[in-house]
């Protein structure tokens, strides 16, 4: 099974608003990431969790507040977003290993929308 | 540094015809290669990888690709279109494991399928 889970599908949400996105897989990956994506663009990464600790941070704004409650979980926290932070916004997870190439497994994507 | 260029950004094909994306990558370390496919309003799905050994990887839904270390490449072939391949493509290269490792992707390639 390579299935990550996020949830909602669909977000529409005001400037003044505080949403979040939550990101699910059960395949007992140890690192979980976000990235965002713009229309016909390649996803661009924003957080890379290594065994729940934030591992990097791609110089996202402060209004994107990642949080990984466990090895599970992965959580994007919103609050304050412009309407340009529109876009599909992808969990994907990996097992980090040194001894075999990682492969990166994503989940269906949040379509958000700001207002 | 490691990059990935796709040239063009569209390719139309007839159903049943054969389908090449092409794909080329530069990295200062031996890469792992990675297809990934987005259909309409979902996330990437992964289609093949290249790890080490054989330099002809099958993937999903009747893909292929070969890796050619001279040449820097790998290309993405399936001998006979169908209209379901209707679908964003981008390859992507990873320079190591390990999570701090991250997946630079191309800029995508939009394949249609004529009936």
């Known amino acids: 099974d390579t299935e990550v889970t996020q949830t909602p599908k669909h977000l529409v949400m005001g400037m003044t608003n505080k949403k979040s996105l939550k990101c699910e897989q059960h395949?007992?990956?140890?690192?979980m990431y976000w990235y965002k994506q713009k229309a016909k663009k390649p996803p661009e990464l924003m957080f890379v969790?290594?065994?729940?600790?934030?591992?990097i941070n791609e110089s996202v704004p402060s209004r994107f507040s990642p949080e990984c409650p466990n090895s599970s979980l992965l959580n994007l926290h919103l609050h304050a977003l412009q309407p340009e932070d529109s876009a599909l916004y992808l969990c994907?997870?990996?097992?980090?290993?040194?001894?075999?190439?990682?492969?990166?497994?994503f989940g269906p994507g949040t379509r958000l929308l700001v207002l | 540094a490691q990059s990935v260029t796709q040239l063009g950004s569209h390719v139309s094909v007839s159903e049943g015809a054969l389908v090449l994306l092409r794909c080329n990558y530069s990295?200062?370390?031996?890469?792992?290669l990675f297809w990934y496919v987005q259909y309409p309003n979902q996330g990437l799905q992964l289609l093949l990888k290249?790890?080490?050994?054989?330099?002809l990887v099958k993937g999903i839904n009747g893909f292929e690709a070969e890796f050619k270390k001279s040449e820097t490449s790998f290309h993405l072939t399936k001998p006979s279109a169908h209209m379901s391949d209707a679908a964003e493509y981008f390859c992507?290269?990873?320079?190591?494991?390990?999570?701090?490792?991250?997946?630079?992707f191309g800029k995508g390639i939009t394949l249609s399928v004529r009936p």
């Open positions: 994907a997870s990996s097992q980090p290993t040194s001894r075999s190439r990682e492969t990166q497994y």
């Open positions: 395949m007992g990956h140890r690192a």
């Open positions: 969790y290594s065994y729940e600790k934030l591992s």
């Open positions: 990295s200062s370390v031996p890469p792992y």
């Open positions: 290249y790890t080490t050994g054989a330099t």
């Open positions: 992507a290269v990873s320079r190591s494991p390990g999570a701090n490792s991250k997946l630079t």
